[in-house]
């Protein structure tokens, strides 16, 4: 997992204040991720340069606020997860964020969360990263799974976006 950590080229970083702040405050050298200019091109400086951060002392992982559309992201995950798991959420985020400058409907009740269309092209996205950084199938579906999905979900979530399930992944840690 360190040679994949050294691929990053990022800084994100760890022990942070709850507050809000500048994405690029906080995390340098995402503009310059081909999996983030491809989401938002040549506005990806500019977008990057707008979007606020919310270190929040919340449970879970992170999200994209339904308000305004900035990034929430839970202080404790950020400080204890895992690094890489921390880089494609943050890639899969901001696929949401450029969805809800779309006009996206982000949490559409209509479908069930691993079917909702804005879901699977975040993670379609993060899952495309995710193989050019070198990660297996089993890798990448562990990163997949989480607590509130059901085995059942995970394995139709990976067969959507193109992963193939060995085995019985264990959450990762949030």
């Known amino acids: 997992m360190a040679a994949i950590e050294s691929q990053l080229n990022v800084k994100i970083p760890r022990n942070v204040k709850i507050a809000t702040y500048s994405f690029m405050e906080y995390f340098k050298g995402f503009e310059n991720v081909g999996a983030v200019r491809e989401v938002f091109g040549e506005e990806t400086e500019k977008v990057l340069g707008n979007l606020e951060v919310e270190f929040a002392g919340i449970r879970g992982y992170m999200g994209v606020s339904e308000t305004d559309g900035h990034l929430i992201i839970g202080a404790r995950y950020l400080n204890e997860g895992n690094m890489v798991d921390i880089y494609l959420d943050v890639i899969h985020e901001l696929v949401h964020v ?69 085995q019985k992944p264990t959450p990762r840690k949030r």
């Open 98 to 166: 450029k969805q809800f400058m779309e006009g996206k409907e982000l949490f559409d009740s209509d479908y069930a969360y691993i079917e909702r269309p804005t879901e699977v092209e975040a993670y379609r996205h993060a899952v495309k990263e995710a193989r050019r950084l070198g990660m297996d199938d089993a890798r990448i579906c562990e990163y997949l799974k989480t607590e509130w999905m059901s085995d059942d979900d995970l394995q139709r979530l990976a067969k959507t976006v193109g992963v193939k399930l060995a």
